[in-house]
């Protein structure tokens, strides 16, 4: 159980007394007025992309086809909204729970910890998935884990789909030179190696010696021109290091392209004086700003940058999960779900009860204790499952051998 960390919170809510189960998760309440924000947001991250880039054609003319191809997404998933099919724009899979490291805190390993666990997917249904989010409008996929360059096969599914992005959020450790080859030659697949801070955090939290290899693999993958960008756990303890100018400057100068601040969510017992206070959450806004005119980087901070389309974007408003065994989940911290795509298609199982039951009742993720709005209410995640749980019937029947949108 999350402890309320020594500072104030901002008052929340009460929740609709219609909130406790799925019979009524039909019923069209759903505010999708967001949507086009959020679609002009990730062009501006690909925009960005562009500029960093013009003294490397190649990489600029990518992203600029990327562009294109992003706009014709959005277009694909409002197709599918006006036939009332909700598409979210960005898929994240983690591809195994299995992982080389035993970091502190990792939410992969505390949710596996009692869970009994069914096969992962199968290379064969991971493509099918990837070929399926594709054709839905998926903008972007993005690959995690456990340690998602475990899966061998991984980097030769992304090659067959040049369209779309995969970042692909890694350790750092099996980065050889076989696996450069495939980032250097599928400019669609972006490394994202985690970093915790300087040596003395990232040996802490991931293993002693972890940031030298880490720095090691940035130095390879910037000697070979690969775009790659940085995921940065950002806690109470290291706040001040990874914020600090000087060592933002320190990933751009060794290649990073893309810095990801993400808030930690205390899901493991004893980290919960790692969770941010108000003052550190506000000054983190207030530096990734600074930051995005500062260095020649892309900036995204999460949850931060889902305020400006009204708060959390799980449960498929701007993205929705699925975990090694194939449940559709609404967020990596949330391991709840009534639905799982070895059983359905991605069509039925973004038709999920318990995801547009969460949609519709929005409000309730107002309060932003901990980083992670679903986190902190997830006996209100439970409740709405636990009318049906285990159930993984779509909300309504799709005709599943049609893929074209009409």
Same mark, same amino acid.
């Given at each position: 159980?999350?402890?309320?960390?020594?500072?104030?919170?901002?008052?929340?809510? @009460?929740?609709?007394?219609?909130?406790?189960?799925?019979?009524?998760?039909?019923?069209?309440?759903?505010?999708?007025?967001?949507?086009?924000?959020?679609?002009?947001?990730?062009?501006?991250?690909?925009?960005?992309?562009?500029?960093?880039?013009?003294?490397?054609?190649?990489?600029?003319?990518?992203?600029?086809?990327?562009?294109?191809?992003? $706009?014709?997404?959005?277009?694909?998933? $409002?197709?599918?909204?006006? #036939?009332?099919?909700?598409?979210?724009?960005?898929? *994240?899979?983690?591809?195994?729970?299995?992982?080389?490291?035993?970091?502190?805190?990792?939410?992969?390993?505390?949710?596996?910890?009692?869970?009994?666990?069914?096969?992962?997917?199968?290379?064969?249904?991971?493509?099918?998935?990837?070929?399926?989010?594709?054709?839905?409008?998926?903008?972007? *996929?993005?690959?995690?884990?456990?340690?998602?360059?475990?899966?061998?096969?991984?980097?030769?599914?992304?090659?067959?789909?040049?369209?779309?992005?995969?970042?692909?959020?890694?350790?750092?450790?099996? *980065?050889?030179?076989?696996? =450069?080859?495939?980032?250097?030659?599928?400019?669609?697949?972006? @490394?994202?190696?985690?970093?915790?801070?300087?040596?003395?955090?990232?040996?802490?939290?991931?293993?002693?010696?972890?940031?030298?290899?880490?720095?090691?693999?940035?130095?390879?993958?910037?000697?070979?021109?690969?775009?790659?960008?940085?995921?940065?756990?950002?806690?109470?303890?290291?706040?001040?290091? *990874?914020?600090?100018?000087?060592?933002?400057?320190?990933?751009?100068?060794?290649?990073?392209? =893309?810095?990801?601040?993400?808030?930690?969510?205390?899901?493991?017992?004893?980290?919960?004086?790692?969770?941010?206070?108000?003052?550190?959450?506000?000054?983190?806004?207030?530096?990734?700003?600074?930051?995005?005119?500062?260095? @020649?980087?892309?900036?995204?901070?999460?949850?931060?940058?889902?305020?400006?389309?009204?708060?959390?974007?799980?449960?498929?408003?701007?993205?929705?999960?699925?975990? @090694?065994?194939?449940?559709?989940?609404?967020?990596?911290?949330?391991?709840?779900?009534?639905?799982?795509?070895?059983?359905?298609?991605?069509?039925?199982?973004?038709?999920?009860?318990?995801?547009?039951?969460?949609?519709?009742?929005?409000?309730?993720?107002?309060?932003?204790?901990?980083?992670?709005?679903?986190?902190?209410?997830?006996?209100?995640?439970? #409740?709405?499952?636990?009318?049906?749980?285990?159930?993984?019937?779509? =909300?309504?029947?799709?005709?599943?051998?049609?893929?074209?949108?009409?």
């Amino acid at each position: 159980m999350i402890q309320e960390a020594p500072q104030s919170r901002r008052h929340k809510p @009460p929740r609709p007394a219609a909130a406790a189960t799925l019979a009524d998760a039909g019923t069209p309440a759903d505010d999708y007025s967001y949507i086009p924000a959020l679609n002009d947001a990730i062009l501006g991250y690909f925009r960005d992309a562009v500029r960093i880039t013009l003294r490397e054609p190649a990489k600029s003319i990518f992203f600029l086809r990327t562009i294109l191809w992003q $706009r014709k997404a959005a277009l694909v998933r $409002r197709k599918w909204q006006k #036939s009332d099919l909700h598409v979210p724009a960005l898929l *994240i899979v983690s591809v195994t729970s299995k992982c080389n490291l035993r970091c502190k805190g990792c939410y992969a390993f505390a949710h596996d910890k009692g869970k009994s666990k069914g096969p992962e997917l199968s290379d064969a249904r991971l493509r099918t998935l990837v070929a399926e989010a594709n054709e839905l409008g998926i903008s972007a *996929i993005l690959f995690a884990g456990g340690e998602p360059l475990i899966r061998k096969d991984l980097l030769t599914i992304t090659r067959d789909f040049p369209s779309v992005i995969f970042p692909i959020v890694t350790n750092g450790t099996l *980065i050889d030179e076989g696996t =450069l080859d495939h980032f250097r030659n599928q400019r669609n697949v972006i @490394p994202v190696i985690s970093v915790e801070g300087d040596e003395r955090d990232t040996d802490e939290r991931r293993g002693v010696g972890m940031h030298k290899r880490l720095q090691s693999a940035m130095e390879r993958m910037r000697a070979k021109r690969i775009f790659f960008g940085c995921s940065l756990t950002i806690t109470r303890s290291n706040f001040a290091t *990874i914020t600090d100018e000087r060592f933002i400057k320190s990933l751009t100068q060794a290649g990073a392209k =893309l810095i990801l601040f993400l808030e930690y969510v205390s899901v493991e017992a004893g980290t919960e004086d790692w969770i941010l206070t108000d003052e550190q959450r506000s000054a983190l806004a207030h530096k990734t700003e600074r930051f995005r005119t500062q260095f @020649p980087a892309i900036f995204i901070a999460i949850p931060g940058d889902e305020d400006q389309f009204g708060g959390c974007l799980a449960a498929g408003r701007g993205f929705v999960h699925v975990s @090694p065994e194939g449940d559709l989940e609404p967020c990596p911290v949330s391991p709840y779900s009534d639905a799982n795509v070895r059983q359905l298609s991605l069509k039925e199982a973004l038709q999920s009860r318990l995801l547009r039951a969460i949609r519709q009742r929005h409000e309730t993720l107002s309060e932003m204790e901990g980083g992670c709005a679903l986190w902190t209410e997830r006996e209100w995640v439970r #409740s709405l499952l636990r009318s049906e749980e285990g159930s993984a019937t779509p =909300l309504r029947g799709f005709d599943l051998t049609r893929h074209e949108v009409e």
